[in-house]
């Protein structure tokens, strides 16, 4: 089991991080992004823990970037179980057992972490993340597919070898939205996804994200992944009465909408009351066609991924 650790500007936590982490670990990567802070010298000149290993990037790739520079690594070196936990001390590393512990059983391939869960353990967090990440986590939810899971830019996460070899291999946003889209691509991996409860700690450190910056792109690139989904799912793989329902929906709500303005508009142009007529040209569609969308929504929260794909859950099946 390996732990990987992005380094960006996280210098005061890092050497209390790394002295937490249990036996249970056999090898530590930090990854130095480029951190202006000399996060990587820090680490080998104060730490002398011989599981760990500082690497090195040029220049600033991200956190998605930093946390696939240690997948990359970890496979190369044979670990079987890849964490990935922030050096800033919001995540307590005696909880890395409980994210290996449904990866090890073949309960999932991917576990993440869910602040969410046990109600008691939000009382110390800021009601911009709060409101934040219930937003975020209902897009989320539409874009990846895991209907079954919250707190989706959670970064304390564990992940099969085998999976993320084949993460490797895909293009994924480096930056803050690069958790939101592994969770796409591992849905389209059909890779079964399993949320662990978790307590944040918040104390002195500060965050690098810039909450007014990401929202429009979080949004959009949520509205691009949801596309994307539906393209790959319901369209090539998988083409079912669902599809046809979203489809359909999609239209008839389209029409209607269009037609309620145009009517609206030459109504109050007009200075004249819309007919019934008109009313139910503009309404019936609408109606309908939130019917289907919902429909093909119910199916889609059906389909979640259930069977595990990695080697050992295989061997335990057996």
């Not at 307590?92 to 869910?114: H, R």
């Not at 309404?283 to 794909?309: C, E, H, K």
Request: proline residues 4%.
């Amino acid at each position: 089991m390996a732990v990987i650790i992005p380094c960006y500007r996280v210098k005061a936590h890092i050497a209390a991080v790394i002295e937490s982490i249990g036996p249970e670990v056999c090898a530590i990567y930090c990854v130095d992004d480029a951190c202006p802070d000399g996060s990587g010298k820090l680490i080998e000149g104060a730490i002398a823990d011989e599981r760990v290993k500082v690497l090195y990037h040029d220049t600033n790739q991200g956190v998605g970037g930093a946390v696939l520079t240690g997948y990359r690594t970890a496979i190369t070196h044979g670990c079987d179980i890849l964490v990935k936990i922030d050096g800033d001390g919001q995540m307590d590393p005696s909880l890395i057992p409980q994210f290996v512990y449904p990866i090890e059983t073949g309960a999932a391939d991917y576990t993440k972490g869910n602040r969410f869960f046990n109600l008691e353990n939000v009382h110390g967090m800021p009601i911009l993340r709060l409101v934040g990440n219930g937003a975020l986590s209902f897009l989320t939810k539409l874009s990846s597919g895991y209907w079954n899971i919250f707190d989706p830019t959670n970064g304390y996460t564990a992940i099969h070898r085998s999976l993320g070899e084949l993460i490797l291999q895909r293009k994924i946003d480096k930056r803050y939205f690069f958790e939101s889209d592994m969770l796409l691509n591992l849905y389209l991996l059909r890779a079964v996804v399993q949320d662990v409860p978790m307590e944040a700690v918040y104390g002195a450190e500060k965050s690098n994200l810039r909450i007014g910056r990401i929202v429009l792109p979080f949004f959009v690139k949520n509205v691009r992944n949801t596309a994307r989904r539906f393209l790959v799912q319901y369209l090539i793989r998988d083409f079912s009465l669902a599809t046809l329902e979203a489809i359909a929906g999609l239209a008839l709500l389209a029409f209607g909408l269009i037609a309620g303005a145009v009517f609206w508009g030459r109504s109050y142009t007009a200075g004249q009351l819309a007919t019934p007529g008109q009313v139910m040209i503009a309404a019936l569609p609408i109606l309908s066609g939130l019917q289907m969308l919902l429909s093909a929504l119910n199916f889609d929260m059906r389909n979640v991924p259930t069977v595990v794909r990695h080697p050992l859950a295989l061997r335990l099946r057996r």
